[in-house]
């Protein structure tokens, strides 16, 4: 009963009433008209003429037999038919106003519909600028009020839990800082420890240095609504610069980088889109195997600019690739440690994309790797 829609639930609750009525009207009407007839036929059967004034039909005692089986076989067909229609006028009733009643009840439905169209276009991310529509009928203007109120109340959660986000880092950055500083003294102080030590020092400026990044990495993420989005970007030369200020890493790790750009601008903050695809360039050069390429191209594609960031990785399995996306996701945890992530450069990309009114998404590369595509609109 649960996958039936609430449109044909109506439907058939309100098919069943009118059939029931029907029905019952149906045996009523039929008790009434036999019950005439059968009065009728015993009227005829027992009818006597005393009056010789009033009209005399005779019928002959030799054929008076055959008249009263004749009639009352046809007393008999009469109620027969009549019971065919009336059970046959039922039927098309009840079917007619099963369909009526689909039909007023998906017109009745329509708000519920947009509402539910409206609901669809809320996440996290549009929690403010989405809101169901209160100008409709009593039922449901209830309902958008309750959930309009959740929303604020949500809205003012994140809000709160950005903020949160925000001062703890701020709150942990300067420890973090005195502590590195501390621990690169010291190594330099002392040149001349044994292993342990050493490969302690090692450890924990390392683990320091996690820290502050994963500090660094929050601290944009809470402070990313306040950056001005005002910059026209040309995104070709920032590429340019990407490639140039990635190339030592990618010739450690034995990566070739190519590029195809377009000449596309773009309005938005310069620092957050150049952020925005270090992240997926330095991704792919880290997440690649020995001697593979990167390929970054950059094309308009109607009035949006469509970044493609393509590796020759092992790839992200499908049901990750959503998740990728979400703060402190790895898809595998003891290489993404090796390689010194923290889980949140997919998570600001995707951020920096929403806050530019674009989108980002996985998708399999031909052969093997993974293709990050981001779109952003020309004009924010």
Known sequence: MNRISFQWRITLMTAVLIAGACICLNLLLYHSGATGMDNLNGYVLQYQQNDDENLMIEIPDDQMSDFLIQ??????????????????????????SAAIAYFVSGKALEPLKKLA?????????????????????????????????????????????????????????????????????????????????????????????RLASLVRTLLEMSDLQSIPREDHIELAPLADEIVADLTPLAQRRSITLFQECEDVSIKGSDTLIYRLLFNLVENGIKYNTPGGSVHITIRQKESSAVLRVADTGCGIPEEYRTSVFQPFFRVDK??????????LGLALVREIALLHGGTVTAEPADGHGTVFTVTLPIQA
Request: charged content about 25%; some cysteine; hydrophobic content about 40%.
């Open 71 to 96: 009639f009352s076989q046809e007393v008999y067909d009469a109620k027969a038919v009549f019971g065919r229609k009336g059970w046959c006028i039922t039927a098309a009733v009840t079917l007619l």
């Open 117 to 209: 169209q409206q609901a669809e276009r809320i996440d996290q991310d549009s929690l403010v600028e989405v809101r169901l529509e209160e100008n409709t009928i009593p039922e449901f203007r209830d309902l958008s009020q309750s959930v309009n109120h959740m929303l604020d109340r949500l809205a003012h959660s994140f809000d709160l839990q950005r903020q949160f986000a925000g001062n703890a880092a701020h709150e942990l950055k300067t420890p973090l800082a005195i502590m590195q500083a501390k621990l690169e003294m010291f190594a330099e102080e002392h040149p001349d420890t044994d292993s342990e030590i050493t490969d302690l020092l090692r450890f924990q400026t390392d683990q320091v240095s």
């Open 334 to 343: 003891s290489r993404s440690r090796e390689m010194g992530g923290v889980g």
